[in-house]
């Protein structure tokens, strides 16, 4: 439903329209994104170079839809300020904790080859009715991360099949293996995270007030988990299992994380 001011500016719900405009930030990412791709694609400049900004780039890029599904969901589940605080404009700046949202996401990427999860948009949990419209809001980043690992996965297969550099399609393996690990990470029952916002509204009062004592500690609980050399192990076996299954090549998305750290040739 849509209507507008007597000579103004439309509206959506009572929303402006400007609020679901993407942002020029989020613009430029995507337009980054396919201009590093064109460069590495055609071999131009340094190669290593451009499969870091096609990468790098291409994963902000999910970041911002990871966390426009979380927004778009919560509004149309009840909650319409998400709206003015500029959560569906795809503008990474405007989330509530950029360095864990974007700087810390990337430098793990970037460090250890890692999809990590970050908690970015705020989402009002009282104008929402009803325990699985909040399952539904918290499953809807995860369940971005698991379509764009399918989608890159068939281009890797379909792709390599039809020729194109080698570094090309590394970078695609590797945003490929970067999203399959997202999507493990966001979907482990860690309370603060989206597996864990997903089951707690359906826990009992003591259990939910016991999850809500964790939840701003999510994140450090789930560096622990991983730090951890046997549960560690169990994430990585479970992550390259499900690769080697879907068809995506170990030895592809390797060689992309190897290009990537191009400050090491």
């Given at each position: 439903?849509?209507?507008?001011?007597?000579?103004g500016?439309?509206?959506?719900?009572?929303?402006?329209?400007?609020?679901?405009?993407?942002?020029?930030?989020?613009?430029?990412?995507?337009?980054?994104?396919?201009?590093?791709?064109?460069?590495?694609w055609?071999?131009?400049?340094?190669?290593r170079?451009?499969v870091?900004?096609?990468?790098?780039?291409?994963?902000?890029v999910?970041?911002?839809?990871?966390?426009?599904?979380?927004?778009?969901?919560?509004?149309?589940?009840?909650d319409?300020?998400?709206a003015h605080?500029?959560y569906?404009?795809?503008?990474?700046?405007?989330?509530?904790?950029?360095?864990?949202?974007i700087?810390?996401?990337?430098?793990?990427?970037?460090?250890g080859?890692?999809?990590l999860?970050?908690?970015?948009?705020?989402?009002?949990?009282?104008?929402?009715?009803?325990?699985l419209?909040?399952?539904?809001?918290?499953?809807?980043?995860p369940?971005?991360?698991?379509?764009?690992t399918?989608?890159?996965?068939?281009?890797?297969?379909?792709?390599?099949q039809?020729g194109?550099?080698l570094?090309?399609w590394a970078?695609?393996?590797?945003?490929?293996?970067?999203?399959?690990?997202a999507?493990?990470?966001?979907?482990?029952?860690?309370?603060?995270?989206?597996?864990?916002?997903?089951?707690?509204?359906?826990?009992?009062?003591?259990?939910?007030?016991?999850?809500?004592?964790?939840?701003?500690?999510?994140?450090?609980?789930?560096f622990?988990?991983?730090?951890?050399?046997?549960?560690?192990g169990?994430?990585?076996?479970?992550?390259?299992?499900?690769?080697?299954?879907?068809?995506?090549?170990?030895?592809?998305?390797?060689?992309g994380?190897?290009?990537?750290?191009?400050?090491?040739?």
């Amino acid at each position: 439903m849509a209507y507008d001011r007597p000579g103004g500016e439309g509206l959506v719900l009572g929303v402006p329209r400007a609020a679901f405009r993407p942002s020029p930030v989020f613009l430029g990412l995507v337009a980054l994104f396919a201009v590093s791709g064109v460069l590495t694609w055609n071999g131009y400049g340094s190669v290593r170079f451009n499969v870091f900004l096609f990468v790098v780039s291409g994963w902000l890029v999910s970041l911002c839809l990871h966390e426009y599904a979380h927004a778009v969901v919560a509004y149309r589940a009840g909650d319409r300020d998400i709206a003015h605080r500029g959560y569906l404009t795809l503008n990474p700046l405007k989330y509530t904790h950029p360095l864990l949202s974007i700087v810390l996401p990337v430098v793990v990427v970037l460090l250890g080859g890692i999809g990590l999860p970050g908690g970015a948009v705020w989402v009002d949990r009282h104008a929402i009715p009803g325990r699985l419209r909040h399952t539904l809001v918290s499953l809807a980043g995860p369940a971005t991360n698991v379509l764009f690992t399918l989608v890159l996965v068939a281009a890797v297969r379909f792709g390599t099949q039809s020729g194109g550099p080698l570094e090309f399609w590394a970078g695609v393996a590797l945003l490929a293996f970067l999203q399959l690990t997202a999507s493990v990470l966001n979907l482990l029952p860690v309370p603060g995270l989206d597996g864990g916002n997903m089951i707690q509204p359906w826990l009992n009062p003591q259990w939910r007030k016991m999850y809500d004592l964790f939840a701003p500690y999510g994140f450090i609980l789930l560096f622990a988990l991983l730090w951890n050399p046997r549960i560690g192990g169990w994430f990585f076996d479970a992550v390259f299992a499900v690769g080697d299954l879907l068809g995506l090549p170990s030895w592809l998305y390797a060689t992309g994380l190897e290009l990537i750290r191009f400050w090491q040739s």
